[in-house]
Nanobody
Framework: QVQLVESGGGLVEPGGSLRLSCVASGNFISIGAMGWYRQAPGKQRELVAVRTRDGNTNYADSVKGRFTISRDNFKNTVYLQMTSLKPEDTAVYYC????????????????WGQGTLVTVSS
């Protein structure tokens, strides 16, 4: 079954750190960009960070210098290391895999994870 499986969310105090992981489950010939988006209550989903297959990255201005995205292409896994967390980082974080070519069907897929909640609060 083709899906993205996220882990690592939870409750953390301001200034703390968390690491999110996302595995693309299934057989893929290749996956283009993998990244993280978030949606806070009452707000639209927004880009947090994205990393292409060849290592190019893009971050939201609000997380630059605090969050780091990394990726293991062999494991089809993307990580988000979050440090110096702030209450405004509280949101459901969604993993995304773009231009994921599924091996059997050769379909070019845009996949989303189910979301993992990050709560930053004292």
């Amino acid at each position: 079954q083709v899906q993205l499986v996220e882990s690592g969310g939870g409750l953390v105090e301001p200034g703390g750190s968390l690491r999110l992981s996302c595995v693309a489950s299934g057989n893929f010939i290749s996956i283009g960009a993998m990244g993280w988006y978030r949606q806070a209550p009452g707000k639209q989903r927004e880009l947090v960070a994205v990393r292409t297959r060849d290592g190019n990255t893009n971050y939201a201005d609000s997380v630059k210098g605090r969050f780091t995205i990394s990726r293991d292409n062999f494991k089809n896994t993307v990580y988000l290391q979050m440090t110096s967390l702030k209450p405004e980082d509280t949101a459901v974080y969604y993993c995304n895999a773009n231009r994921a070519v599924e091996a059997r069907s050769l379909k070019n897929l845009n996949l989303w994870g189910q979301g993992t909640l990050v709560t930053v609060s004292s």
